[in-house]
Nanobody, 127 residues
Framework: QVQLVESGGGLVQAGGSLRLSCAVSSRAYSDAAMGWFRQAPGKEREIVAAIGATVGGGTYYAESVKGRFTISRDNAKNTVYLQMNSLKPEETAVYYC???????????????????WGQGTQVTVSS
């Protein structure tokens, strides 16, 4: 059974930074496309960033986070990261990581494309 465990959430002031981590318990992690999503109260879950299974798979960022967030992965540690800078109060949400195996090299932006999900980590940005 594949497990994803997020960490790194917390309370930060507007303009601050946080780095989220997601550890994946699978030997096939390097073959997995990974994504970060977030869901605020009363809103639908939305894509934040995604990364393909290989270097050539590329990365994707939601327009609202371009230039401020960075997704990266460390295949030796079975971990994907989301560095978040210049955070805004409206980005307060539960952040989830997700994994899709055997999907080729590309990234995926729809939540429907992902098979495994973490439990989520709360990010609260105070004004």
């Amino acid at each position: 059974q594949v497990q994803l465990v997020e960490s790194g959430g917390g309370l930060v002031q507007a303009g601050g930074s946080l780095r989220l981590s997601c550890a994946v318990s699978s030997r096939a992690y390097s073959d997995a496309a990974m994504g970060w999503f977030r869901q605020a109260p009363g809103k639908e879950r939305e894509i934040v960033a995604a990364i393909g299974a290989t270097v050539g798979g590329g990365t994707y960022y939601a327009e609202s986070v371009k230039g401020r967030f960075t997704i990266s992965r460390d295949n030796a540690k079975n971990t994907v990261y989301l560095q978040m800078n210049s955070l805004k109060p409206e980005e307060t949400a539960v952040y989830y990581c997700a994994a899709r195996f055997l999907g080729g090299h590309s990234y995926y932006v729809s939540s429907l494309d992902y098979t495994y999900w973490g439990q989520g980590t709360q990010v609260t940005v105070s004004s």
